[in-house]
């Protein structure tokens, strides 16, 4: 049985199972509401090099630790034109990323999801309206999903296999239903808390004190400064000697390895089912 939170370090994490000494300052930063979009600059030990792989439901944080490879995510889109730039800086820099997007929001900007996959950034779900899914009915958990995934298909007839929830909040019910809608679940190793305007040399100097094997970076498409840090983001990971992966390359690395597609061709039945999107309203 799964549940989880975001904890000061940010990350969607097992309850059950968790020292007695976690689970109280668990609750009691969940009691004091100390939970903000993207986290508070998760390090948690990676799942991939402990040989047991990643079990359904249980949400990536971390690649293998023993290869030099790390992977950018960027939350919360497509925001134009900010999106754009930094798909322009991913092109220069020969680099793939993965995006979780926003279902309503890829309504907006259809064109840039399109791009995005057209040039071989992988894209998944950040959930139709950005709700926190532990707050959620089941019926609403899988709203939130189909619309996002509804928006995806319309944008660039792909579909997702990966699922971000907000906050990096999630509970059991939201982990079956992720699993049965074919999701896996991922979180973050390194946030560069870019959701609200900071100078981009402190998103620089976030990021790279935390980087290492294995890390997955969280970045947003919010604000211009994230454009700016991103070329020296990467400039500098690659002269430490990084790879950039994409998160499905990332699971297919994990020991034992995870095997997903990145965005196949979206089946037409999942249309069928789907809630309309803006009927999740916004907290
Ligand atoms: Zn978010």
């Given at each position: 049985?799964?549940?989880?939170?975001?904890?000061?370090?940010?990350?969607?994490?097992?309850?059950?199972?968790?020292?007695?000494?976690?689970?109280?300052?668990?609750?009691?930063?969940?009691?004091?509401?100390?939970?903000?979009?993207?986290?508070?600059?998760?390090?948690?030990?990676?799942?991939?090099?402990?040989?047991?792989?990643?079990?359904?439901?249980?949400?990536?944080?971390?690649?293998?630790?023993?290869?030099?490879?790390?992977?950018?995510?960027?939350?919360?889109g497509p925001h134009d034109p900010i999106a754009r730039q930094l798909l322009?800086?991913?092109?220069?820099?020969?680099?793939?990323?993965?995006?979780?997007?926003?279902?309503?929001?890829?309504?907006?900007?259809?064109?840039?999801?399109?791009?995005?996959?057209?040039?071989?950034?992988e894209v998944g779900s950040h959930t139709a309206t950005h709700r926190r899914?532990?707050?959620?009915?089941?019926?609403?958990?899988?709203?939130?999903?189909?619309?996002?995934?509804?928006?995806?298909?319309?944008?660039?007839?792909?579909?997702?296999?990966?699922?971000?929830?907000?906050?990096?909040?999630?509970?059991?019910?939201?982990?079956?239903?992720?699993?049965?809608?074919?999701?896996?679940?991922?979180?973050?190793?390194?946030?560069?808390?870019?959701?609200?305007?900071?100078?981009?040399?402190?998103?620089?100097?976030?990021?790279?004190?935390?980087?290492?094997?294995?890390?997955?970076?969280?970045?947003?498409?919010?604000?211009?400064?994230?454009?700016?840090?991103?070329?020296?983001?990467?400039?500098?990971?690659?002269?430490?000697?990084?790879?950039?992966?994409?998160?499905?390359?990332?699971?297919?690395?994990?020991?034992?390895?995870?095997?997903?597609?990145?965005?196949?061709?979206?089946?037409?039945?999942?249309?069928?089912?789907?809630?309309e999107p803006g009927t999740v309203a916004e907290p």
């Amino acid at each position: 049985m799964l549940s989880s939170d975001t904890t000061a370090r940010g990350c969607a994490v097992r309850w059950f199972g968790m020292p007695w000494v976690r689970r109280s300052v668990a609750m009691l930063l969940l009691c004091c509401g100390a939970v903000g979009c993207a986290g508070l600059g998760p390090n948690l030990p990676g799942r991939g090099g402990s040989g047991r792989g990643l079990p359904l439901g249980e949400a990536l944080q971390q690649g293998n630790p023993r290869r030099r490879e790390i992977a950018l995510t960027i939350d919360d889109g497509p925001h134009d034109p900010i999106a754009r730039q930094l798909l322009d800086i991913l092109r220069v820099e020969d680099v793939r990323a993965t995006f979780f997007v926003v279902g309503k929001r890829v309504r907006e900007h259809p064109g840039v999801v399109a791009r995005m996959v057209n040039e071989g950034h992988e894209v998944g779900s950040h959930t139709a309206t950005h709700r926190r899914l532990d707050t959620l009915s089941e019926v609403m958990i899988r709203a939130q999903l189909l619309g996002c995934e509804a928006a995806v298909a319309a944008a660039c007839g792909r579909r997702m296999n990966l699922l971000r929830p907000p906050g990096a909040r999630y509970n059991a019910a939201t982990a079956r239903i992720a699993e049965e809608g074919g999701y896996r679940l991922v979180g973050w190793t390194v946030a560069a808390k870019d959701f609200v305007e900071v100078p981009s040399d402190l998103i620089v100097d976030r990021v790279l004190a935390s980087a290492s094997n294995g890390s997955i970076i969280l970045l947003h498409d919010d604000y211009p400064e994230t454009v700016t840090a991103l070329p020296r983001i990467i400039r500098a990971l690659k002269r430490q000697g990084y790879q950039f992966v994409t998160i499905s390359e990332m699971l297919g690395r994990l020991s034992p390895p995870v095997r997903v597609e990145p965005n196949p061709e979206a089946p037409p039945a999942r249309s069928m089912t789907l809630a309309e999107p803006g009927t999740v309203a916004e907290p």
